[in-house]
């Protein structure tokens, strides 16, 4: 069966889209899933079940007209079995009247189904916020890849249609071969002997056509996947490829150190250990820095990890980068005119987190949020604030 619902890929506009929607009831629905086969058997059965418990909720407050239309598409997903056999290692789908979200996650997520008159978005903001995503573009002169992950998990992204997958897409069907022509010794590392005379003017152009396919990957990715995600991007090609695809990129997101070898040899999973063990340190860097910047902030009177006056804060538009502890949540919600932190209708902190609220707010108002784990927090208390004044 044709897939009826492509899943969407997870954006900071997805989640901006999601916190200021005004339409209501919203419909939340989070369940931990399975890549493989048995286990993934399971995953439409308990998904059937959870929306059987929305239904029964909206039963409560809308006529029976206004049920069926909500959650039509979410049936209509459940029964769709290609959806189901391409699953990561969590799901997230929430709909209301006039919207409809699929979100495929990397990371399990507690159980949850819940209709309110907002959506509940904290383990989007998880996977978008968490320090350890990163992107890996997958580059040889045969094939381009796009992957997003963390240390524990590295996907595939279905790339957008302006990237070119080869350089025949890129350059057309005339371009010059070069698995024939180049020496290995100081060309681009694809020949297999050595060069021999009139091949010097068929290395240059061999290499001017690998930077006009370089140059038309980079714009492309730039534009549809670094800008959108916000992810830094990690380079995996062979070394000569590296040198000349720094040389050419505009794209900020890129990490200047990347994996040197040949994307097209590796497993999928040699693939992820070998770049997780690029990402680290760049990623204990960036968790170092924004520690020390909240220190210096503090120390100057313009941070704190007090959560009253950090809610206060985060109302005014004071609060210009935020650090929240991955696993801590509290219960209560803010106000969101005073910051005020009331007690939660639902006494669940899964439902109505303070911290949630806290990083909904401060992105509104224009600030940084970053989850980092326990260890890598610069206090104790959950939050670490620091104010623009």
């Not at 209560?332 to 899964?350: F, H, K, V």
Request: charged share 20%; proline share 6%; hydrophobic share 40%.
């Amino acid at each position: 069966m044709k897939t009826i619902h492509a899943p969407d890929t997870l954006t900071p506009a997805h989640l901006a889209e999601l916190t200021s929607f005004q339409g209501r009831p919203c419909l939340s629905l989070y369940q931990t899933t399975h890549r493989h086969h048995p286990e993934n058997q399971q995953d439409p059965v308990r998904f059937r079940h959870l929306v059987k418990a929305l239904q029964t909720s909206l039963h409560r407050l809308h006529p029976s007209d206004a049920v069926q239309a909500l959650v039509e598409p979410f049936d209509a997903l459940a029964q769709d079995h290609d959806f189901w056999n391409h699953m990561q290692d969590g799901l997230a789908v929430l709909g209301a009247p006039g919207l409809f979200r699929v979100f495929l996650l990397q990371s399990p997520v507690a159980e949850l189904a819940v209709v309110a008159d907002s959506f509940h978005t904290k383990p989007l903001r998880q996977s978008l916020q968490s320090i350890g995503r990163y992107q890996v573009l997958a580059l040889s002169l045969q094939r381009v890849q796009l992957f997003e992950g963390d240390q524990n998990a590295l996907d595939a992204v279905a790339l957008a249609a302006d990237v070119p997958r080869t350089m025949t897409v890129a350059l057309g069907e005339k371009h010059t071969e070069p698995h024939t022509t180049v020496s290995s010794h100081g060309g681009l590392g694809v020949g297999h002997g050595p060069m021999h005379d009139g091949q010097g003017s068929k290395k240059d152009e061999i290499d001017s056509e690998a930077e006009r396919f370089f140059r038309a990957v980079d714009r492309a990715v730039l534009e549809h996947h670094s800008i959108p995600s916000g992810l830094p991007l990690m380079l995996a090609a062979l070394p000569e490829h590296h040198q000349m695809f720094h040389k050419l990129s505009h794209n900020p997101f890129l990490m200047a150190k990347g994996l040197m070898a040949d994307p097209q040899g590796l497993t999928p999973d040699a693939l992820r250990q070998r770049a997780w063990d690029v990402a680290a340190p760049h990623q204990q860097a960036q968790q170092a820095a924004w520690s020390d910047a909240f220190a210096v902030a503090a120390a100057k009177g313009l941070g704190s990890e007090n959560l009253s006056e950090v809610a206060h804060a985060a109302v005014a538009g004071r609060v210009a980068t935020l650090l929240i502890e991955a696993e801590r949540q509290v219960a209560g919600r803010i106000d969101a005119s005073t910051g005020r932190i009331d007690p939660s209708e639902t006494g669940n902190p899964r439902v109505d987190d303070v911290l949630d609220d806290l990083g909904t707010l401060v992105e509104k108002m224009g600030g940084q949020v970053h989850i980092l784990s326990a260890e890598r927090m610069p206090c104790s208390t959950g939050v670490a604030a620091s104010f623009r004044h």
